[in-house]
C-alpha cells in the first residue's frame, strides 16, 4: 500500500489538525529475536497511528474515510486520489474503497449476524449469503449467524464488524482503537487473531493510544501530539531511540530528566544528582535522559569488583513507594546521595516477580539503555 496524506482541518479555535505522511509501498519484512521474545513481522504493513486522547489519531483516519473533510490538502491511496482542495476532488466515503472499523463496532442492532455482514452488497440474495458465509467460517462466527447484536460477546462483535468490513474488498482497513471495548484477556485474544489477519494483508492502518498494542501488531508507527505528528519509523527503532522527550513518554518511558552536557560522552541529570556515562558521544542537541523502568540492573556487594567500573552509572535508592503488580513489581526511588533537593526526583524500576529479587542497595543504569532525547 502506498498512501499519502497532507492536510489540515481546525476542529477548534485552540486545535488545528495537520498531518503530513506517507506509507511505503514496499512491505516491511522482520524476524527479530531478542532474549526470550521472539517478534515475528510476515509479509504486510500494519502502521500504526499512536498518541494520546485528543491527539488527532481519530480524525485522521475519518478524512482518510472520508466521514470527515479537511479545510485543505491531498490524499491518495496507491496513486488513486481520494481528496484533493486544489483540484475540488472530495469522493464520498462508498466511493474510497476504505473500510472502517469504529470503537463501538457501528452494528445494526436489528439486524443478525448474517444480515450485519452481507447489508448493502449490491449482489442476489444467494450471492450475498454464500460471500457471507465465507467470512463468516474464517471469522469463526458459524452458528451465530441468526444471532443479534446484543446476543454477541465483544469479541463475537468485533469479529462481526471486521467481517462486514472485509467483504467489500477495501483497498484500506483502518482500524479505531479496536480493542478499547474489550476486557483484558478477550483484548489479548483478539491480538494474537490480528496478527494471524494482518500477515497476509498491506493496507492495514491502526490508530491506538496503547504503546503495548502498537508494539505486537505495527511494524511502522506515527507518533502524534497536539494535532501534529512528532515522528514516524519503524516501530523498534522509535522504541529503541525515541529522539523527543514527548515520543518517549508515549512510547512508555517512566523515567526522563533534564541534563547538562559534562564531557563528550558524559552528562548530568539533574533531577536525580547523577553523573552518567554514555555509549556514545553526546549528539547536538540533546535536553534530556531517559532511562524505561525495566531496564536497570540491579547490584549487588559482590558484583562490583571486576564487573562494573567502580560505581559508574550507579544510584543508591532511596525507597520512597513500592506496589505489587499481578506479575511485576514497581518500586519508585530517589538518589540517596543527592546533595540537593534538585536531585530527588522519584525514578520508577520494574521487574518480574519471578526474578525473586530483595531490593539492592544500587541500581546500574546501563550506557546503552540511556535513551538521548531533545
Same mark, same amino acid.
Request: glycine share 10%.
Given at each position: 500500500m502506498s498512501l499519502k496524506v497532507s492536510?489540515?482541518?481546525?476542529?477548534?479555535?485552540? $486545535?488545528?489538525?495537520?498531518? #503530513? $505522511?506517507?506509507?511505503?509501498?514496499?512491505?516491511?519484512?522482520?524476524?527479530?529475536?531478542?532474549?526470550? !521474545? =521472539?517478534? &515475528?513481522?510476515?509479509?504486510? %504493513?500494519?502502521?500504526?497511528?499512536?498518541?494520546? !486522547?485528543?491527539?488527532?489519531?481519530?480524525? /485522521?483516519?475519518?478524512c482518510i474515510a472520508?466521514?470527515?473533510?479537511?479545510? #485543505?490538502?491531498?490524499?491518495?491511496? +496507491?496513486?488513486?486520489?481520494? $481528496?484533493?482542495?486544489?483540484?475540488?476532488? +472530495?469522493?464520498?466515503?462508498?466511493?474510497?474503497?476504505a473500510g472502517y472499523l469504529f470503537q463501538n463496532y457501528a452494528l445494526f442492532p436489528r439486524m443478525t449476524v448474517m444480515e450485519n455482514i452481507a447489508a448493502g452488497l449490491p449482489l442476489s440474495r444467494k450471492a450475498r449469503h454464500d460471500k457471507a458465509a465465507v467470512l463468516i467460517d474464517r471469522f469463526g462466527l458459524t452458528g451465530l449467524?441468526? =444471532?443479534?447484536? !446484543?446476543? %454477541?460477546?465483544?469479541?463475537?462483535?468485533?469479529? @462481526?464488524? &471486521?467481517?462486514?468490513?472485509?467483504?467489500?474488498?477495501? #483497498?484500506?482497513? &483502518?482500524?479505531?482503537?479496536?480493542?478499547?471495548?474489550?476486557? @483484558?484477556?478477550?483484548?489479548?485474544?483478539?491480538?494474537?487473531?490480528? /496478527?494471524e489477519l494482518l500477515k497476509s494483508r498491506e493496507d492495514v492502518i491502526m490508530v491506538t493510544h496503547s504503546r503495548d498494542e502498537a508494539y505486537k501488531l505495527c511494524a511502522e508507527i506515527l507518533v502524534m501530539d497536539g494535532g501534529r505528528v512528532l515522528g514516524k519509523g519503524g516501530t523498534r527503532e522509535l522504541f529503541a531511540n525515541?529522539?523527543?522527550?514527548?515520543?518517549a513518554l508515549l512510547t512508555g518511558c517512566k523515567n526522563i530528566s533534564p541534563v547538562k552536557q559534562t564531557g563528550e560522552k558524559e552528562i548530568y541529570a539533574l533531577d536525580w544528582g547523577l553523573p552518567l556515562s554514555l555509549a556514545r558521544s553526546v549528539p547536538p542537541g540533546v535536553t534530556h535522559v531517559g532511562i524505561r523502568a525495566h531496564d536497570f540492573a540491579p547490584v549487588w556487594a559482590d558484583d562490583i569488583p571486576g564487573l562494573l567500573p567502580g560505581r559508574q552509572n550507579q544510584i543508591r535508592i532511596r525507597l520512597t513507594r513500592r506496589s505489587e503488580e499481578p506479575f511485576e513489581e514497581a518500586?519508585?526511588?530517589? +538518589?540517596?546521595?543527592?546533595?540537593?533537593? #534538585?536531585?530527588?526526583?522519584?525514578i520508577w524500576w520494574k521487574f518480574s516477580k519471578y526474578m525473586g529479587y530483595a531490593i539492592p542497595e544500587r541500581l546500574y543504569m546501563p550506557p546503552e539503555s540511556l535513551l538521548l532525547l531533545r
Open positions: 492536510m489540515r482541518k481546525r476542529l477548534s479555535r485552540e $486545535f488545528y489538525l495537520e498531518t #503530513e $505522511f506517507e506509507t511505503p509501498r514496499v512491505p516491511v519484512q522482520s524476524g527479530i529475536v531478542s532474549g526470550a !521474545s =521472539r517478534v &515475528l513481522q510476515d509479509s504486510g %504493513l500494519c502502521l500504526g497511528i499512536l498518541g494520546a !486522547s485528543g491527539s488527532g489519531k481519530s480524525m /485522521t483516519l475519518k472520508g466521514i470527515e473533510t479537511p479545510d #485543505e490538502g491531498y490524499i491518495s491511496v +496507491n496513486g488513486r486520489v481520494l $481528496f484533493d482542495s486544489a483540484k475540488k476532488i +472530495n469522493l464520498k466515503p462508498q466511493e474510497r474503497q449467524e441468526r =444471532r443479534y447484536p !446484543s446476543q %454477541l460477546s465483544g469479541g463475537q462483535q468485533q469479529r @462481526t464488524a &471486521l467481517a462486514r468490513m472485509l467483504i467489500r474488498d477495501p #483497498e484500506v482497513i &483502518l482500524l479505531d482503537e479496536p480493542f478499547s471495548a474489550l476486557d @483484558t484477556n478477550l483484548r489479548e485474544q483478539m491480538q494474537m487473531w490480528f /496478527t525515541p529522539g523527543l522527550v514527548n515520543i518500586v519508585l526511588f530517589t +538518589n540517596a546521595e543527592a546533595q540537593t533537593q #534538585e536531585g530527588r526526583g522519584e
